[in-house]
């Protein structure tokens, strides 16, 4: 459970205390300060945590630069953005696969720090169909920073290490990123392409 998620709890133990002392004259002088902190506690537990960030960095997506594929596709590609594209800090990383392919994509990120953090929406998995896929991406560093945006295909193992390391980061509210050793055997890599944050990303989720 999360830091954000047990304040969330707190806050609202307190209004029920608060409420609770309300009814007693002589608890109102603890039961005011407890239902104000608790109110206190519910907004920032709110606002901070995935309940509302959600919805609101679905409206905040972009795309960048898209690269145009003629013929047959017969390896997964990602075509926006495209290489040396300079990108927003929340971006829908999109691409082409063959018919028949019946991996999981994957795409991971990789700043300056050299971990390799692997990106999902509510569906962890990228979205697929029709022979194409695509996968909420977020950035959280400097102005400038160079990445490594990686596309993985992952069998059903290395996609379940996958989402539960990311649930496993969400839960602790810690995302250390992987390295290089703790990505699963189950996992190819497909296609590489560097991009550049346009914009200063630290703190935006």
Known sequence: MSTKIIILIIGI?????ALLASKKTSSNKLGIPLGILGVLMVIYGSYSSDFVNYNTQIEQVSTGNKLKITGPVNAVKVVSPIDKDSVDCRILTMGVYPESN??????????????????????????????????????????GEA????IYEADASASAFFSATIEKW????????????EIPIGAKE???????????????F
Do not use: M
């Not at 133990?13 to 205390?17: P, T």
């Not at 990445?147 to 990686?150: A, E, H, K, V």
């Not at 497909?190 to 935006?204: H, P, S």
């Open 102 to 143: 019946d991996k999981d994509i994957w795409v991971l990120i990789r700043p300056t720090d050299d971990r390799y953090y692997p990106q999902s929406d509510h569906t962890n998995t990228s979205y697929k169909r029709e022979g194409e896929w695509q996968v909420v991406t977020r950035f959280g560093g400097d102005k």
């Open 190 to 204: 497909a296609d590489r392409i560097k991009i550049y944050t346009r914009e200063n990303c630290r703190g935006v």
């Open 13 to 17: 133990l307190f209004i029920l205390i």
């Open 170 to 181: 969400k839960e602790e509210d810690n995302y250390p990123g992987l390295k290089l050793e």
């Open 147 to 150: 990445y490594d945006l990686i």
